[in-house]
């Protein structure tokens, strides 16, 4: 890989390459180490944190679907304190140098701010707000469908922490750019799209639902064209970057992002698939760039040929 074709810097966040993990599939990061090279991972986005521990949800949480998988863990995490305390050092002792992005989330306003006032520490490059956890009862995705609640959240988080500021957008409303636009206002360096969809599975036999929580959020290869597709409308509505994800499972994938308006990609249910899937779309990447000639992945973002 040519690091130099694939250095990215997004919104003042430096990375090795523009291929992260997404939060949720990528551990935090270290548990990928006998798969990959951490090295050549643009970013460990982590598990969603909280502010107490969480058991997660009830019952089953995983449904396959033909192209993809429904889910609803119920951000299971060891919550803050643990994470600044083991996980933290764990992380940069193993991975010193790779980008490292906290994902997190609370119940209310003022949660986000403490959560954003304790990971302003050294070894966390930049925070994402998840504003749009389908499988949580309380807060999660009531601040990701209305844009009040989401510029609130925004705000009280820009105040409390100098680390760049990622807010990821949930899918699940009828307009993304206004979403986008109201974060964007409120100060959001960038915006990450797209989080799960939200699904039902039922079980013919019992007729009960599949998932313990009724409800989960579909992710996989099934939501590649609706993400890509938001991605494009939110790259033409708002001037911060995009980090895009939702399906991507080959270099092939990721360029669509990129040249939909995404400056940088995640790649989420694909790990579990294959566990060195981060860096095998950054090298599928570096060949496009180079049979094309091209200096720097950057010269990629948002180059979509309409008309
Ligand atoms: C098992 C699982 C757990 C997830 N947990 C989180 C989470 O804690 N926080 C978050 O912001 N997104 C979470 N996500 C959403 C992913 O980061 C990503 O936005 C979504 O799955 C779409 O990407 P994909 O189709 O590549 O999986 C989770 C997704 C899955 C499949």
């Known amino acids: 890989m040519d690091m130099q074709r ?44 909280t502010p107490l521990p969480r ?101 009280m988080v820009k105040t ?26 409120a100060g959001a360096d960038a915006v990450a799209l797209i989080n799960t969809l939200t699904g039902m599975v039922i079980d013919i036999n019992s007729w009960k639902p599949l998932l313990g929580n009724v409800t989960g959020g579909l992710s996989g290869p099934a939501v590649k064209p609706i993400a890509v597709r938001m991605v494009y409308q939110v790259a033409n509505a708002v001037k911060i970057p995009i980090l895009g994800l939702g399906g991507i499972a080959t270099a092939e994938d990721a360029i669509e992002f990129l040249l939909a308006g995404a400056s940088a990609v995640a790649v989420g249910a694909e790990n579990f698939v294959h566990p060195d899937a981060v860096v095998k779309v950054a090298e599928g990447i570096d060949t496009y760039l180079e049979k094309r000639g091209l200096k720097n992945v950057s010269e990629l973002v948002g180059k979509v040929k309409i008309n």
């Open 6 to 49: 694939l250095a990215t810097d997004f919104a003042g966040i430096k990375m090795a390459t523009p291929v992260m993990g997404a939060s949720g599939t990528f551990g935090f990061g270290v548990e990928y180490s006998d798969f990959l090279d951490l090295n050549h991972v643009g970013a460990i986005i982590s598990k969603g944190i």
């Open 55 to 155: 058991a997660g949800n009830d019952g089953v949480r995983i449904a396959e679907t033909p192209s993809g998988m429904l889910n609803c863990i119920g951000l299971e995490n060891p919550g803050i304190d643990v994470f600044l305390r083991d996980i933290l050092p764990k992380v940069r002792k193993t991975a010193p140098g790779t980008t490292f992005i906290a994902n997190f989330s609370g119940s209310s306003v003022e949660d986000y701010g403490m959560m954003a006032e304790k990971l302003d520490v050294d070894g966390v490059d930049g925070i994402e707000v998840n504003i749009s956890c389908p499988n949580v009862k309380e807060g999660g995705i009531v601040f990701g469908t209305d844009p009040k609640a989401a510029a609130a959240v925004t705000e």
């Open 160 to 185: 409390h922490t100098s680390k760049p500021v990622i807010v990821k957008l949930s899918p699940n409303v009828t307009d993304i750019t206004v979403m986008a636009k109201a974060v964007e206002a």
